[in-house]
């Protein structure tokens, strides 16, 4: 069985900081993914960032990156130069088998000017 | 833009009723999958199809809810004789291979 644990509900971050977002995973597979999403207010889910359990390097995406530490069995989210737009749910998400997702409950953020 | 579509947006039933919800992968991917997120909560996987093919539905509850995804047209999720336990919001994901991209959701209010 899957499991993703985001421990922190909600976060204040300050515009123009970074902000990290805590993700631990726990899975009997040699072979995984991880994922994080972005849900805005608006409601929709937008795919942010992947890593896979074999990349010998860890994912950035423009001001994202993940911090995995595949001993640590953690996938930490880093926002890099907060922006308001920033402010948001954000999900960590784990795959194991090429198709289902199972998420985590989830981190509020809030960015302040 | 060929993102997933998801239509209706919101929807309205009182209990007993059906709820039919469309989702439209984007274009070029023949994997969908169907999430629901309850209030406060993450999403949960429902069910995962491919063309005319329900490849895992170990998430859907038992009664009341089917899912397809015809040869032609959207994947349909249905919901016969709602309850208000099924207010929720339901995901569409689409992939090719690896990632999952989601549609804008369906908000399902059961009055």
């Known amino acids: 069985a899957q499991k993703i644990t985001q421990t922190q509900p909600g976060m204040f971050v300050q515009e123009k900081e970074a902000v990290t977002l805590d993700c631990t995973y726990d899975?009997?597979?040699?072979?995984?993914?991880l994922f994080w999403y972005k849900q805005p207010s608006s409601g929709e889910m937008i795919f942010l960032i992947y890593?896979?359990?074999?990349?010998?390097q860890n994912a950035t995406e423009g001001r994202y990156s993940l911090n995995f530490q595949k001993a640590r069995k953690s996938a930490n989210l880093v926002i890099s130069a907060s922006q308001l737009g920033d402010s948001a749910m954000y999900f960590c998400?784990?795959?194991?088998?090429?198709?289902?997702?199972?998420f985590g409950a989830g981190t509020t953020v809030t960015v302040r000017a | 833009n060929a993102g997933v579509m998801q239509n209706p947006r919101h929807l309205v039933r009182r209990r007993g009723q059906e709820a039919r919800l469309r989702c439209s992968p984007m274009?070029?991917?023949?994997?969908v999958y169907w999430y629901r997120q309850l209030p406060e909560e993450g999403l949960k996987f429902m069910v995962y199809l491919q063309k005319e093919n329900i490849i895992d539905e170990s998430g859907m509850p038992k009664e009341r809810f089917s899912a397809e995804f015809p040869k032609e047209g959207p994947s349909i999720l249905r919901i016969q004789q709602v309850v208000r336990g099924d207010s929720a919001a339901y995901f569409c994901?689409?992939?090719?291979?690896?990632?999952?991209?989601f549609g804008p959701g369906t908000r399902l209010l059961v009055l």
């Open positions: 274009k070029g991917h023949s994997h």
């Open positions: 998400a784990m795959s194991s088998n090429d198709y289902k997702l199972s």
């Open positions: 994901a689409s992939s090719s291979t690896g990632t999952q991209y």
């Open positions: 899975t009997s597979d040699p072979s995984y993914g």
């Open positions: 890593q896979g359990s074999y990349d010998q």
